[in-house]
Nanobody, 121 residues
Framework: QVHLVEIGGGEVQDGGSLRLACVAS????????FGWYRQGPGNQRELVAT???????DYAGSLKDRFTISRDDAKNRVYLQMNSLKPEDTGVYYC???????????????WGQGTQVTVSS
């Protein structure tokens, strides 16, 4: 089992910055990749960024220009630095952890409870 807690949401003005943190506990050695997802009002949950155990990262669309995912293995934390925030970035941001494949080639996803990010114009 992996337990995830997101920290750092809040309200900022258009053009502002926020840094989210995800604190992982439990069987963290089983994790293959962390991800940040978000769900805006009336929208489906969408991928923002992922970071794998080898440090490689992926971003959704043009978010790479403004968002940066990173991790601190010593603290079991994953961060999402968000710059030049826009009102359309408003939503609940979720931390995700995906495990390595088990002997049956299955992976498991764990989710945090989410943290609200509101960008006001």
């Amino acid at each position: 089992q992996v337990h995830l807690v997101e920290i750092g949401g809040g309200e900022v003005q258009d053009g502002g910055s926020l840094r989210l943190a995800c604190v992982a506990s439990g069987s963290t050695s089983s994790i293959d990749a962390f991800g940040w997802y978000r769900q805006g009002p009336g929208n489906q949950r969408e991928l923002v960024a992922t970071i794998r155990i080898d440090g490689s990262t992926d971003y959704a669309g043009s978010l790479k220009d403004r968002f940066t995912i990173s991790r601190d293995d010593a603290k079991n934390r994953v961060y999402l630095q968000m710059n030049s925030l826009k009102p359309e970035d408003t939503g609940v941001y979720y931390c995700n952890a995906r495990t390595k494949k088990d002997s049956w080639f299955r992976t498991y996803d764990y989710w945090g409870q989410g943290t609200q990010v509101t960008v006001s114009s």
